[in-house]
């Protein structure tokens, strides 16, 4: 693990101490299957059944260095997969992160990897999508699979001041993208750069 986190640092995908923290405090092993426990220090994605995959360490870390995510921030993250991500998460701002995955074996997938590893995210089954009004309004939403185009119930359940990070683009190839949210109706963008991420598949995906 120690090899791993040195490469995020040495290639600058972690740049900030709460993320570093956050990744020496997650063990990734915790949230691959069995049989691919030998690739879990890899900067690779991994499958996880069902089609989809735990994103690359690096992704992730740049995805949440973007977010800029604080201490008590609350975070809405779309695409449990795993529940990795979400564990990272919940090490940087504590027990505010509610999450959200379609697929209802990954949820509980993800429900025992983060109950494995002590970490109370609140997992929901569903069309993440929509966003999960019930806990609106968030401070930062994150997106880890990839949209035709910014989903407006994103929009409409972040903070002023919130940021959203999400990839936007073709179905596998898009661009990742940091939103926001400068006043209830503007939101002002800044592109991270090409990437690639499985479908986000719903309503207001594809
Ligand atoms: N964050 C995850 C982790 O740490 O393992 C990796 C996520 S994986 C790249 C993308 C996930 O998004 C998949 O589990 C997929 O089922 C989920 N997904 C796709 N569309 C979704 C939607 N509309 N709502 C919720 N989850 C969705």
Sequence with gaps: MRN?????????????ESVKKAFENVDRKLFVPESLQDGAYS?????????????????????????????????????TG????????????GENVFSIERIPE???????????????VKVFIGDGTLGYEGEAPYDKIIVTAAAPKIPEPLIKQLKIGGKLCIPVGER????????????AEKIRKKNYGGCAFVPLIGKEGW
Aim: aromatic share 10%; proline share 3%; charged share 20%.
């Design 43 to 79: 900067d690779h994605p991994l499958p996880i059944g069902f089609g989809q995959t735990i994103s690359a360490p690096s992704m992730i870390a740049i995805m949440l260095e973007a977010l800029d995510l604080k201490k008590g921030d609350k975070v809405l993250e779309i695409g």
């Design 172 to 183: 596998f190839f898009c661009d990742l993208i940091v939103a926001e949210k400068t006043s």
């Design 82 to 93: 795993s529940g990795y991500n979400a564990a990272l998460i919940s090490e940087i701002v």
């Design 106 to 120: 990954l949820a509980e997938f993800a429900k025992n990897n983060l109950k494995k590893a002590g970490y109370k």
């Design 4 to 16: 791993l986190i040195d490469h995020l640092i040495g290639y600058k995908y972690i740049k900030f």
